[in-house]
Nanobody
Framework: QVRLVESGGGLVQVGGSLGLSCVDS????????MGWYRQAAGKQRELVAV???????IYGTPVAGRFIISGANAQHTVYLQMHNLKPDATAAYYC?????????????WGQGTRVTVSS
């Protein structure tokens, strides 16, 4: 089972930078994709960025050019560097992984880490 643990959230001023980390503390499974989603108050959860296995990194439209995702699915780690933060980046950020548990394709979510951008 994949168990994701996020860290690095906090309070930052507009225009500042912040980094998030996510590691898998569970049993070894083959991870197909790892990435980040976020959910602001009163809004739906949305894609921030994802690293698919063997594919090109995908960024959600609101963060392209300002956020950088990195990591290695094989090492079960993913990071998110956020630059030039704006107030609309205030949200709970969730790490996500798609993986195979045996022959079953399933997914796992972290508990979330809070990011607050103050103006």
């Amino acid at each position: 089972q994949v168990r994701l643990v996020e860290s690095g959230g906090g309070l930052v001023q507009v225009g500042g930078s912040l980094g998030l980390s996510c590691v898998d503390s569970g049993d070894t499974e083959k991870i197909n994709a790892m990435g980040w989603y976020r959910q602001a108050a009163g809004k739906q959860r949305e894609l921030v960025a994802v690293i698919p296995s063997g594919g090109k990194t995908i960024y959600g439209t609101p963060v392209a050019g300002r956020f950088i995702i990195s990591g290695a699915n094989a090492q079960h780690t993913v990071y998110l560097q956020m630059h030039n933060l704006k107030p609309d980046a205030t949200a709970a950020y969730y790490c996500h992984a798609d993986y195979h548990a045996g022959l079953v394709l399933t997914d796992s979510w972290g508990q979330g880490t809070r990011v607050t951008v103050s103006s």
